[in-house]
């Protein structure tokens, strides 16, 4: 029992810092985004609702146990379901970060992306933490159809688009969620800055090289 309290805390502490790095970087402002994180004890905490991630207390952090029913905590993220369906499609992750961040968001709302892959493969971290990108259609805040969706594509991808919305990115830890989220919204960012202009994305075989070397 110990054991898992000291897990909780330190998460709980996690949280709410890289919280802060986002939020004191510009990658989410106001209420929006929200983060959620698994104990080995497969409970869940995330950020509640109508809370900055910049100003975080760790002691407020909503509680689930592993079924999905809240222990503890504020109110959860009206979002909370979409952290579920990444958890429940992707045994291995262990965190879970979703963001209205400006870049990405921008790119989801573009009219001709490719759905099955958003961005092109500009660099090679990017294919190492995020892969391929699919765009997941428009459903309102809280639509159970955008649950379905995500769930479906999180089968086979680590984090996905959701159309006019913003990213929903998993990773084994804290950390590899976080900086995956980052990396795609940089990645955003020079397609949106070389858009009009002739690239060299990786090629194939290279992107190929670098899936399997992850």
């Given at each position: 029992m110990t054991a898992i309290l000291s897990d909780a805390t330190r998460l709980r502490d996690e949280?709410?810092?890289?919280?802060?790095?986002i939020f004191e970087r510009g990658l989410t402002f106001g209420s929006t985004g929200n983060i959620s994180a698994r104990l080995p004890n497969g409970e869940l905490l995330m950020t509640p609702t109508n809370a900055s991630l910049g100003d975080l207390d760790p002691?407020?952090?909503s509680r689930f146990s592993a079924e999905g029913v809240q222990i503890d905590g504020d109110k959860p993220t009206k979002e909370a379901f979409l952290h579920r369906c990444m958890y429940c499609?992707?045994?291995?992750?262990?965190?879970v970060v979703h963001l209205h961040s400006t870049y990405s968001v921008a790119v989801s709302i573009l009219a001709d992306v490719d759905p099955e892959?958003?961005?092109?493969?500009?660099t090679a971290y990017y294919v190492m933490r995020v892969g391929s990108l699919p765009l997941i259609p428009y459903y309102p805040p809280g639509d159970e159809s955008l649950a379905l969706a995500v769930g479906e594509k999180a089968k086979a991808h680590s984090a996905v688009l959701?159309?006019?919305?913003?990213?929903?990115v998993s990773g084994a830890t804290l950390r590899e969620a976080q900086y995956a989220t980052e990396e795609l919204e940089e990645t955003a960012k020079l397609h949106l800055m070389l858009e009009g202009r002739r690239i060299r994305p990786l090629t194939s075989e290279q992107v190929d090289a670098l899936r399997r070397r992850t």
């Open positions: 949280i709410c810092r890289v919280g802060a790095s002691a407020r952090l499609e992707r045994p291995g992750a262990g965190a892959d958003v961005l092109p493969p500009l959701l159309a006019n919305h913003g990213p929903v």
